[in-house]
């Protein structure tokens, strides 16, 4: 399938005025993005004759911020190309965990190592949020452990966990492009403990977890709390990312009021991926 890439830069820009955009994007139909330092890319598939360029300007976020756009048609043959040229280096986080693509050919040893077949998903350990969760999990003793991975993306973290020794792993994403990499990955690192599913956080309800991971925007982190608190075994982790360090005022406030206690926090860059200990479960 070939797609659309829009390149859309906000006036002023900050991660706050970023998730309105996605969000707004997404509810048309854009499908996948990926968060440059100085702008957003925004993925339509080619065959979506719902979206114009006449809707998209349609969209108005003034007084806030303004926006602007250019867009290129990427064919779906280049992506290899595309994120190996742009995005996609092999990575060594903590000394300890390799992320890299089939095609990478120069890359150092490590003790884990994940191979990651991009696609339109995103969550290749490049960005800071996906790195800081990724020592999160280096940290831990894992085994044995039942695990969620909300907004899981490549299903990279739900890949080092079972590495790791979890037991059982369901990883969520509400994109169709995340769900079937999580799946692909999965089986190119022969992982066969993790069960892939599209929807939100409604899609696991009624079922309890050692250890919850969400790596999402700080809007969907505020109102799921106290989803994934209902989630939680008793003395479990809730170990979330996707803020800043000015956003975890808000994100502190709510997990005080549901009786979290924190554990551990983790910064790089402002961002933050931060561990809560649910002593208290219902």
């Given at each position: 399938?070939?797609?659309?890439?829009?390149?859309?830069?906000?006036?002023?820009?900050?991660?706050?005025?970023?998730?309105?955009?996605?969000?707004?994007?997404?509810?048309?139909?854009?499908?996948?993005?990926?968060?440059?330092?100085?702008?957003?890319?925004?993925?339509?598939?080619?065959?979506?004759?719902?979206?114009?360029?006449?809707?998209?300007?349609?969209?108005?976020?003034?007084?806030?911020?303004?926006?602007?756009?250019?867009?290129?048609?990427?064919?779906?043959?280049?992506?290899?190309?595309?994120?190996?040229?742009?995005?996609?280096?092999?990575?060594?986080i903590a000394d300890k965990c390799l992320?890299?693509?089939?095609?990478?050919?120069?890359?150092?040893n490590a003790e884990y190592e994940i191979?990651?077949?991009?696609?339109?998903?995103?969550?290749?350990?490049n960005h800071e949020t996906t790195s800081?969760?990724?020592?999160?999990?280096?940290?831990?003793?894992?085994?044995?452990?039942?695990?969620?991975?909300?907004?899981?993306?490549?299903?990279?973290?739900?890949?080092?966990?079972?590495?790791?020794?979890?037991?059982?792993?369901?990883?969520?994403?509400?994109?169709?492009?995340?769900?079937?990499?999580?799946?692909?990955?999965?089986?190119?690192?022969?992982?066969?403990?993790?069960?892939?599913?599209?929807?939100?956080?409604?899609?696991?309800?009624?079922?309890?977890?050692?250890?919850?991971?969400?790596?999402?925007?700080?809007?969907?982190?505020?109102?799921?709390?106290?989803?994934?608190?209902?989630?939680?075994?008793?003395?479990?982790?809730?170990?979330?990312?996707?803020?800043?360090?000015?956003?975890?005022?808000?994100?502190?406030?709510?997990?005080?009021?549901?009786?979290?206690?924190?554990?551990?926090?983790?910064?790089?860059?402002?961002?933050?991926?931060?561990?809560?200990?649910?002593?208290?479960?219902?």
């Amino acid at each position: 399938m070939n797609y659309y890439k829009y390149d859309i830069v906000l006036t002023p820009d900050n991660q706050e005025f970023r998730e309105i955009v996605i969000a707004s994007f997404g509810d048309l139909g854009f499908e996948s993005f990926v968060e440059q330092e100085d702008k957003i890319e925004a993925y339509l598939p080619e065959n979506n004759k719902n979206v114009s360029d006449d809707l998209i300007n349609e969209l108005s976020f003034s007084p806030m911020f303004e926006y602007a756009y250019s867009k290129e048609l990427i064919k779906d043959q280049n992506w290899n190309e595309e994120w190996e040229k742009n995005y996609f280096k092999p990575l060594l986080i903590a000394d300890k965990c390799l992320v890299r693509a089939p095609f990478h050919t120069d890359y150092p040893n490590a003790e884990y190592e994940i191979i990651i077949e991009p696609n339109m998903a995103f969550g290749t350990g490049n960005h800071e949020t996906t790195s800081l969760m990724i020592e999160h999990l280096l940290e831990m003793d894992l085994n044995a452990k039942s695990l969620l991975d909300m907004g899981c993306g490549t299903g990279i973290l739900s890949i080092l966990a079972s590495m790791k020794g979890c037991s059982s792993i369901v990883a969520v994403d509400i994109d169709k492009w995340a769900y079937e990499g999580t799946i692909e990955n999965s089986k190119l690192n022969n992982i066969d403990n993790i069960e892939a599913l599209i929807g939100d956080v409604s899609s696991v309800e009624n079922t309890h977890f050692d250890i919850v991971l969400a790596n999402i925007h700080k809007n969907v982190l505020i109102d799921d709390m106290p989803k994934y608190k209902t989630l939680l075994n008793k003395n479990g982790l809730l170990i979330m990312s996707g803020f800043y360090d000015h956003d975890l005022v808000d994100i502190e406030r709510i997990a005080v009021s549901l009786g979290f206690k924190s554990h551990k926090k983790k910064i790089k860059n402002r961002w933050v991926a931060i561990a809560y200990l649910a002593e208290n479960t219902k």
